[in-house]
Each structure stands twice: as C-alpha cells, then as structure tokens.
C-alpha cells in the first residue's frame, strides 16, 4: 500500500457524463431543473426562474405549467447555472428582507428538483450491472488500492455507487473466536464518517474485544477497525444524498442517508428515518457563503486542505475549473500552486484548464505533457492509471521476492477481481504461472484455496527469474485477464 504522499483526484462533471449520459452537465441540469421549478414559481420569483430557462436554450410555450419550457435552443454566452444558484442561495443587499426569503426558498425548491434529477439519471445509469462500461469499475479499484482522495464538486453518487458494487474489506484481522471482517465496502467508509451516517448503527456489547454492528437486511459486521482503509471521498459542495435541518448553523443535522429497503428510494421512508430534514447541496459561492460556515462543510474543505498540500499527484478529470467557483480556485491557489505535484488535465479540452491553473499560480511546466485529451479521455486516463499500478506491483513483487529468498517465508498475493456482480477475493497460496507470456508481461494464473484440482503453488522466490523480465502483472481467471492491483507480506500461515 502506499504510504506518505497520495494520489489527489478532483472529479468535475464531465467525469458523471463519461460514466453515463444520462448524468447532465450544467447547462442540462438547467435545463431540467427549469420546468420543475414552474410549480413553485410565485409573483416574486417568476422572474427568476423565467431567466433561468431563456438563458438554458429553453422556450416558453404559452402559458406557464410544469410543461410550459420546450427542450430547444442554444444556451445564451456566458451563461452559468451555478452562479444563478448562488444569487438566489445568498442574501443580496439590494433586496429587501422578504424578497431574500423568497429567493432562498426558491434556491431550497431547486435543491429538490437538482435532487429529483440526480436520482433519476443515477437509477437509469445503475439499473443493471451492464448498463456501464468496465473503465469505472477499475478505476475506483485502483483509487481504493492507491488510498487516493477524491475531491468533488459533483451532487450525484456515482463514486458511492460504483465502490460499493466491488470494494471489498476481506480477510480482516481475527478477534477472540469471531470470523474476520468480510464486507462490502460501505458509504461511511468513503465518507469517513463525515457526515456522519442515518440510520446509525445499533451497538451491542459482544466482550472487551469486539462489538458487532447490524444494519437492516445485512450481515453482522465485528468492529476490528470501523472503518476500511480505502479511497476517501470529499464532497465539498455536498450530495442527493445528505440532508439537514433548514437553518441549522451548527451542523448536527447534517447526515447522509443509506436507504434500508432494497437500496430503494423512499421518500417516506427518508422523512421517517430524517423528519422536517432537507436536502443539502452547497452552491459554488464566495468565501461569506453561509453554507461554507456549517462545521461540516468546513471540515471536508479542511481535509481538502490537507489532501492538497501532501498530494503525490493532481488529476483534474472532466472538471473545467470554473471562475465563478472562486472558493475551490483559492484553494488550489493556496496548496498546489506552492507545491511540485504533478498535475494531470484530463478533459476534451484541457487547454483552458491548463490556462485557468496557470493564472492560479502553477507552474505550466508541471502540467504541460501531462494532459489527457481525445474522445474518450477519462477512459484512456483510467487505462494509463492501471499501467502505472501494474508497473509498481511488478516492482513489489520484486522486492517480496527477493525477501522470500532470503527468509524463506511465506508470501500471499491479494486480488480482487470481477464484474460488478461477481465480485471476489482470492488468497494467493495457490499461484502457479504459466511462464512469461506476451512479451514482457508476466500472466499468474489463479485458482481458489479449495480447489482440488491445483498443484502446490510456487514458492514466490521461484519467480524471481520471470519477475526480472517482467513489467506488468496481470492475472488469468478463467480466461479472462485482468492487473493485478495489491499484495500483502504474511507470515508462516495465512488467514490464521
């Protein structure tokens, strides 16, 4: 695992619409929101929402319903969603204090009508395990092997979507007589613990080593470490899923919520587990923002903070680093513009990003060679990310080699490999290779440890010769090859 500096990954829209097109970008997120804000509109914010629509290519069709905007024109130069859902978020000092309160109810209306779009492009997107392609799949694996930080604008859940179909926390550290830790990796676990999780777990007292926690439909899961060692995920401008009390400036109502039936949305269900709560989604704003007071929101900036300073690396993927979000730009300004990381623009254009970074004060030799462009940019990055993976583990395994040479001890290969709906782990006793394959690339063919049908495996200091050849590891399971992304030194035994 990698220690010290990480890997720091921001993710923009643009990577929620490779994932899927249904996710919208900005200007279709306007789009959908305009025709759903129609409803609320009353004599003082008719005019906004109006505005909202003509500068998002819509047009008014006769009388104003629900259905009144046609999906049809361009938007107008220089128009920006976000911007308008900051205006009407933050008290303006030319308004008077009623006309303020009707902006910002507007501003909780579009939280809703945001949410209700978000949710429906994340049920269409996820509705079946061959609805995506692999790349997003393999790259949250190789973000939860590197124990990347992952920085987000975006409201949507496709990085909590995708890691909880294939992360795993396996073969655990044993407590007393009770069974390892075994389990998918969970929100909370990206998250941290902030915000923190509703419905909260119910505690029971099992001895003074470990208490195991249930949640609704699941398994038991022993507390060895609460939370698994993964990627972390910082959602500075919040999600669909979070929800707070109107008003609360203290940050105590502020919890993400996991539906408990199916996976299902709820909506009664959500008000009964989170009564008179909200959603809570941030607008990209100045620094008075009142949300960026919430003690919450604060902390996640915090820990941006500190991810930034001590990055290894930057990819800004499918993020245009917009102006008007001044905050976010001051806080690059402030960390990565003063350090040597280098820097990846992964987007269609990455010009005007590189251009934006270097008005921030980064050095353009940091980025220039380092951008990832074309049609598919986030899948060809993803595919560069798993080489640079594969290449290390190679050189790992050099080492591990060397050691079980010398020590004559016993080495485990852990791998995680499998389509969304079949994912696995496997323990590395039983690893036999074929020999060096395809050039230089060294192929482990792997077997599970009850299969009767395996020969002993090989010591792995019986590699080393191939491993000398080798640049990358991949392994075979069936006839299907995948990088090899983690091992782990054990002792005389494994699994204990």
């Not at 890997?7 to 249904?22: C, N, Q, T, Y």
């Not at 006769?62 to 938007?75: K, V």
């Not at 993020?319 to 987007?347: E, H, K």
């Amino acid at each position: 695992m990698p220690a010290g500096r990480k890997d720091v990954v921001v993710l923009g829209a643009g990577f929620s619409r490779a994932v899927h097109e249904r996710f919208p970008l900005l200007t279709d997120l306007a789009r959908e929101v305009a025709p759903r804000l129609d409803r609320w509109a009353d004599h003082s914010t008719r005019a906004l929402v109006d505005e909202l629509a003509t500068q998002a290519g819509l047009e008014r069709a006769g009388e104003t319903t629900p259905d009144s905007c046609a999906a049809a024109g361009t938007p107008r130069p220089g128009f920006d969603f976000e911007a308008w859902l900051s205006r009407i978020a933050e008290d303006q000092p030319h308004l008077d204090a009623s006309e303020n309160l009707e902006r910002r109810a507007l501003f909780a209306r579009a939280a809703i009508a945001i949410r209700e779009v978000l949710v429906e492009a994340e049920q269409a997107a996820f509705a079946s395990n061959q609805s995506l392609a692999q790349w997003p799949y393999e790259l949250v694996r190789v973000l939860d092997v590197r124990q990347a930080t992952v920085i987000t604008m975006n409201y949507d859940q496709v990085i909590e979507r995708l890691a909880t179909r294939v992360l795993r926390v396996t073969g655990g550290t044993r407590v007393g007589d009770q069974p390892p830790v075994d389990r998918a990796i969970v929100i909370d676990d990206l998250y941290d613990g902030v915000p923190p999780q509703w419905p909260l777990r119910e505690w029971t007292r099992l001895d003074d080593k470990a208490r195991p926690f249930v949640m609704a439909g699941r398994p038991p899961i022993y507390e060895v470490d609460l939370r698994a060692v993964t990627l972390r995920l910082l959602k500075l401008h919040g999600s669909v899923s979070w929800f707070a009390a109107p008003g609360d400036p203290t940050g105590t109502t502020l919890a993400h919520w996991v539906p408990t039936v199916n996976g299902s949305e709820d909506e009664e269900q959500r008000r009964r587990d989170l009564p008179g709560r909200e959603p809570f989604i941030v607008p990209p704003s100045t620094r008075k923002s009142p949300y960026l007071e919430n003690p919450v929101v604060r902390e996640l900036w915090r820990r941006a903070r500190g991810a930034l300073e001590g990055a290894s690396s930057l990819a800004l993927v499918g993020y245009s680093l917009p102006a008007t979000d001044t905050t976010f730009a001051g806080l690059l300004s402030d960390t990565v513009a003063r350090s040597d990381a280098p820097i990846t623009v992964v987007n269609p254009r990455p010009g005007p990003v590189v251009e934006q970074l270097v008005r921030l004060g980064v050095d353009r030799s940091r980025i220039e060679g380092n951008e990832v462009d074309g049609d598919n940019p986030i899948a060809t990055w993803t595919h560069r990310l798993l080489d640079r993976q594969a290449g290390e583990v190679v050189r790992r395994l050099r080492e591990l080699a060397e050691d079980a040479g010398s020590q004559q001890v016993e080495t485990v290969v852990s791998v995680h490999w499998g389509a969304s709906d079949e994912h696995r782990y496997l323990g590395g006793r039983q690893v036999r290779s074929p020999g060096s394959v395809e050039g230089r690339d060294l192929v482990l063919e792997l077997r599970p440890d009850d299969a009767r049908d395996v020969d002993p495996s090989w010591p792995l200091a019986d590699l080393r010769p191939l491993l000398e050849q080798t640049q990358r590891v991949a392994v075979d399971i069936a006839g299907h090859r995948r990088a090899l992304f983690g091992e782990t030194p054990a002792p005389t035994s494994y699994g204990g």
